[in-house]
């Protein structure tokens, strides 16, 4: 027995932990950080339009279409990265229900921009970037990149040989950066790809680790069971050679056996049951559902805190108790109340009794509840009043050992 | 004499155990049944007074058999298992079982129980009852677990979405909430998970 339990040693947690939530804010933080860099491109690019086109001396309402189409336009490709954002089940695909509206604000814009400013460029600018911000599946998105960059760069040439405003040097500068806006949107949308994937990439080193430990169980689960079977055979081997001679010493060997048996399982059990720990809260959650599932009204009141409550002194009480009233509770209602006065924490169980009912409370679990309660310097008091058996515990608050 | 009926796929131990039980001067085994529907089927020809089920059997489980018997006829169920899955007990408790316990417990204790249970009290096996107290919490919402109940055998978003008179978008949204919350990349993923886990 010493070496099954000689390698057990503590585990790191393996459950959903402070860290694993900051990380998960962090990631959504993220995306507003990645929804906010690509909104910011797309409006400097409809700010740097504007400013060439008055530069230019154009009219004022044309001027004003590119600005607040161009504010339009922004708008409808946030539902275009809000998709992006919620693309399920890894499937790629057009929802064309959802990116038609998006889609056709953005060839309005860009047919209505482009003809007013007499840019090829500018035309295309918005449909390539809402095109690029489609959910592609991999290995396509990258294609659709380099073909919008081509187009825009091939239009660009046609605009500069049609115009006089190539000679203009912030032109030029919108020019190249309306070409490269494809790439720059699409690789803070990679980054954000490989974020997601690395969170993937955590949870199920999580989850090896949980599965590593069962790997270790299942061991000492082995080991365990190995040795009670040979002490099982042995105790059989012994009854039957004894029975015919000496029945009694038979009958003893083969009542030990029951008791190896006895012993084999609990060890399993506790093997298995090892690391299972829920929060006190949970553990009243549960003992409430349970109630519920039996037919009984349950009436509880539970601390918000529940969970820094003294959970190794609790939580056998809990157990003990609320199985009890499942067992004996041939009544209709119940009530948990868990509630912290000043330094103590105070834990009460009622259940009404059937008049009538023979006293069915047996007083031996309730006896090793005590005797942990009294343990960490607790109260126990039970009650039994003419409708109603109460279990009132309470314990001193204090810092949670580690259970 | 209580009358009992007795249900296990396997054979051995259902023998054994009917073997053990007729040792009871008060106990009289009236049916052995290998599957779940022969157990129903038995149970209402036969009425007995207590019906002893196994957890674990193909077709019809355990709990299932007590749910359809407790509708149609006045006997009591125990159900017995080796191993109890988390939320079995909750579900078990709700369809109206009267006893639960390991396959574990001697025949000695098993028909204490039946007695006990044939007198019309509940008994629920310490041991189980604290493995359903320390049952893992679903992280999920009642809406979410809708969602992935109502998807659990594949069904598209869309059809989610009209199950529950809900909007696709919204049930995209509960997806995404709930393959967050539970580290997975796909709903099926998710739906294993809750099942194993007994919050579906």
Known sequence: MGSVSSRAEPLAPVELSPGARQLSRGITATWWYTVTAVMFLQIMLVFAWTGILAAQGQSGPLILVVAVGGLVWCASTALLLFDYRHRVDAAPGFRWGRIAVPLLVAVAYGAAAGALAGSWQLAAMPIVQSVVLLNWPRGIRIRVVVAGTLLLLVLALVDSSAHSFGAVLAWWVAVIYTALFPVMTVSSLWWWDVLVTLDRARASEAKLAATQERLRVATDVHDLQGHHLQVIALQLELAERLLPSDPDAGMEQLRAARVSVDDARQGTRDLATRFRSVPLGDELANARDLLTAAGLEVDAAIDADADSAPASALGPVIRETTTNVLRHGGGARARLVLTRVANTWRYEIANDVVPGAADEHDGSGLDGVRRRVEEVDGTLEVRRDADEFVVVVTVPARSEQTR | ?200
């Open chain 2, 1 to 200: 004499m209580i009358r009992v009926l007795l249900a296990d796929d396997e054979a051995m131990i259902r023998s054994a155990l009917a073997a053990l039980l007729r040792l009871e001067p008060d106990i009289e085994v009236i049916a052995e049944c290998a599957d779940g529907e022969q157990a129903v089927a038995e149970a209402l020809r036969l009425q007995p007074d207590v019906c002893l089920l196994d957890l674990e059997m193909p077709g019809l489980d355990g709990v299932q058999v007590a749910e359809k018997l407790n509708r149609s006829i006045a006997t009591r169920c125990v159900v017995v298992t080796r191993h109890a899955r988390p939320g079995v007990l909750r579900r078990a408790l709700a369809s109206g079982v009267s006893g639960f316990l390991p396959k574990s417990r001697g025949a000695d204790e098993v028909a204490a129980v039946i007695r006990r249970v044939a007198a019309g009290a509940r008994y629920v096996d310490p041991e189980i009852a604290a493995d359903a107290l320390s049952d893992e919490r679903s992280p999920l919402t009642d809406r979410e677990l809708d969602v992935l109940r109502a998807g659990r055998r594949g069904e598209t978003t869309g059809q989610i979405a009209r199950a529950l008179s809900l909007a696709p978008g919204t049930v995209r949204n509960h997806i995404s909430v709930i393959l967050g919350k539970l580290s997975v990349g796909t709903r099926q993923q998710a739906v294993l998970i809750a099942e194993e886990r007994g919050w579906i």
